[in-house]
């Protein structure tokens, strides 16, 4: 692999790090900033969030409350970075209670016009 490929799969596995922490922390600010304008989020239930709803979403749910990746498979297709590998979600309900939805999310990325790596698209598929 070469050394630009390797600093893009470095530089992904650490923008999906601060996106989970974002997410439990409820850093919309963070979100904001590594989420495209253009995403498009499809949670495990189906329900699917673009970037100002899912803001609103984790803003007013305040659902997650801790999020595992396991090893993760990244593709690098020009400036996409396709994200494939298993997640586990530890989530508030709406009644309070607590709940783990496990299975395999799909991320898209694209390089923006600064270098930098933004959120295009997810899918969780949970396991059955």
Do not use: C
């Not at 499809?42 to 329900?47: D, I, N, Q, R, Y």
């Not at 996409?80 to 309900?93: D, H, I």
């Not at 600064?114 to 997810?122: A, I, Y």
């Amino acid at each position: 692999m070469s050394a630009p490929d390797q600093r893009a799969i470095e530089e992904v596995h650490a923008l999906e790090r601060r996106r989970r922490h974002a997410l439990v922390a409820v850093d919309l600010d963070a979100l904001d900033a590594m989420f495209d304008e253009s995403l498009v989020h499809t949670h495990a239930h189906g329900v699917t969030h673009s970037k100002a709803e899912l803001l609103e979403h984790t803003a007013k749910r305040r659902p997650y409350l801790d999020i595992t990746r396991g090893e993760l498979l990244i593709r690098l297709i020009g400036d996409v970075a396709v994200v494939t590998g298993p997640l586990t979600n530890l989530l508030r309900s709406p009644d309070g209670s607590e709940r783990t939805l496990a299975g395999v999310a799909t991320q898209v990325l694209r390089r923006d016009e600064s270098g930098g790596w933004r959120f295009v698209s997810f899918q969780m598929t949970p396991y059955a």
